[in-house]
């Protein structure tokens, strides 16, 4: 089973469009290194639901956990 949906970065990335791959950078972790996702590699992301402030109707929020964790970025 899966997901689609809209991906968005806050922080600079690198997207290969004749591979369908991006690059993330790597965290201010030391020793971290860049991280390359293709096109169907698995991932894990963390699900939750979002309030809009103005609103106040959810909307689903999913965060990168692996490979590497996006709710830093």
């Known amino acids: 089973l ?3 949906g809209l991906v968005m970065f806050k922080r600079e990335i690198r997207f290969d469009a004749d591979s369908y791959t991006i ?3 790597a965290s201010s972790a030391p ?6 996702i293709s096109v169907f ?12 402030k103005n609103t106040q109707r959810g909307k689903v ?10 709710s830093s970025m």
């Open 2 to 4: 899966g997901i689609e």
């Open 23 to 25: 690059t993330v950078p």
């Open 31 to 36: 020793g971290a290194k860049e991280v390359t």
């Open 41 to 52: 590699d698995k991932v894990t992301v963390n699900i939750e639901v979002e309030k809009d």
């Open 61 to 70: 929020k999913m965060t990168l956990v692996e490979p590497v964790d996006s």
